[in-house]
């Protein structure tokens, strides 16, 4: 019997979630989560730049 096709989009974001989940758990003694962490990454990348909201949600 042939295994169901799923969409790429669909394996992709089981991927992202699992890995979300991962760092999530390996941050965790931080107190922060894998979104907040990416969003303070980003901020110091802009550190001399102001970012509005729109412009941290893109990057």
């Known amino acids: 019997m ?3 096709k799923e969409p790429c989009s ?3 974001k089981e ?4 890995t979300e ?4 758990n390996k941050i965790n003694d931080s107190g922060l ?3 907040q962490a990416r969003a303070l990454s ?3 990348k802009y550190l001399e730049k ?3 909201l729109k412009q ?4």
């Open 2 to 4: 042939m295994a169901k």
């Open 10 to 12: 669909i394996l992709v």
């Open 15 to 18: 991927i992202q979630n699992i």
């Open 21 to 24: 989940k991962y760092f999530n």
């Open 33 to 35: 989560t894998m979104s």
């Open 42 to 44: 980003i901020l110091l």
């Open 50 to 52: 102001r970012l509005t």
């Open 56 to 59: 941290l949600k893109k990057n």
